[in-house]
């Protein structure tokens, strides 16, 4: 972690900002890859990830998209009310849970609202590696589409479209005709709201597009039902010797935190992978948006956050 300082801050649309963080001790920043996103430090409530955008002076400053959303947990909202240029905010280094694969013979970006800040990074490394894709972006209206002048005169501006709610699609311009020439080698990538995403994810499916090409970026956990089943738990810390009782209403996450051993945590959502923990013994019972459905079928680790046990106790490397 480190502290960064708020150097401009853009109103993008009524319900986007732009922040752009240079380090407060005036160092370059740490270099990323495209598809990355950094933990931001709102404060002893709030940690947020936001992905980072890409930018020809990203070693001298990050620049991040943030949505005003008043159903959101309370972090964006005091991102858009509390801070301005010159406060100061703690950041992590960049981590990469959506990375690009560069060797396709297509892509296609699909991006939904807030979701443009990492699939317009994407196009961005693609043109300037000669890559074919194609980038189709969907808001409620012109007016509420981020970065809109930027991507209508870029140097790629024929492979963008775009799409507003109540306007009806031209003839062959939608999600079924962009979706439906491929190769084994096209890969898909979309970042928005978890509808727009699954909708996107099923067009292709009904297609046939195989699911190892299809990637999303996951900006939020969505919401999972009660599960009237879970039962109390014994978690055996082997490295610390201690045994601990989660009970029902409790995540392990807080059984440990309130034992008092230390463990990294991030998004407390499942989604960050920060407080990722190898299992010795036991089965875990997964409900977390990080693992793939093959990593977690190996039952060797698990997200304490919000994951708990399907067996009587789970040991873990801790």
């Known amino acids: 972690m480190f502290e960064v300082i708020i150097q401009n801050k853009i109103q993008e649309t009524p319900n986007i900002a732009s922040f752009e963080l240079v380090r407060a001790d005036g160092q370059a920043m740490p270099l990323f890859e495209t598809g990355s996103h950094i933990d931001v430090h709102i404060s002893d409530a709030f940690t947020r990830q936001y992905s980072l955008i890409n930018h020809s002076r990203s070693n001298e ?18 991102l858009h009310k509390n801070f301005n240029v010159g ?6 280094a960049p981590r990469n849970l959506f990375p690009l694969n560069v060797n396709s013979d297509k892509v296609m970006l699909f991006a939904g609202g807030i979701g443009i800040t990492p699939i317009m990074s994407m196009a961005i490394e693609l043109d300037s590696l000669g890559v074919d894709f194609e980038l189709h972006y969907h808001t409620r209206s012109k007016q509420d589409t981020a970065f809109y002048q930027q991507l209508s005169s870029s140097p790629f501006s024929s492979k963008v479209f775009f799409y507003f709610d109540g306007v009806p699609e031209a003839k062959g311009h939608s999600v079924e005709s962009a979706l439906a020439s491929f190769t084994d080698n096209t890969h898909l990538y979309t970042c928005g709201p978890g509808g727009y995403m699954d909708y996107i994810f099923s067009t292709a499916q009904s297609l046939h597009w195989k699911t190892e090409n299809l ?7 969505q919401p999972k039902p009660t599960e009237s089943g ?3 738990f014994k978690l055996i810390l082997s490295r610390s010797g201690i045994e601990i ?27 960050c992978g920060a407080c990722l923990t190898t299992v010795i013994e036991g089965q875990p019972d997964h409900r977390d948006e990080f693992l793939t459905a093959d990593e977690k079928s190996k039952n060797n680790q698990f997200t304490p956050c919000c994951s708990r046990a399907l067996s009587d106790s789970l040991t873990i490397d801790l």
Do not use: W
């Not at 990637?215 to 956990?221: G, N, T, Y």
């Not at 209403?249 to 935190?257: C, F, K, T």
């Open 61 to 78: 400053f990050y620049k991040i998209a943030v949505l005003n959303d008043a159903n959101s947990r309370g972090g964006s909202v005091a």
């Open 87 to 92: 406060d100061r905010l703690t950041i992590s």
């Open 245 to 271: 009782d989660v009970d029902v209403h409790q995540s392990a996450l807080e059984a440990i935190e309130d034992a008092g051993v230390d463990i990294d945590m991030s998004c407390e959502m499942g989604i």
């Open 215 to 221: 990637h999303k970026e996951v900006f939020q956990a």
């Open 230 to 232: 879970d039962k109390p």
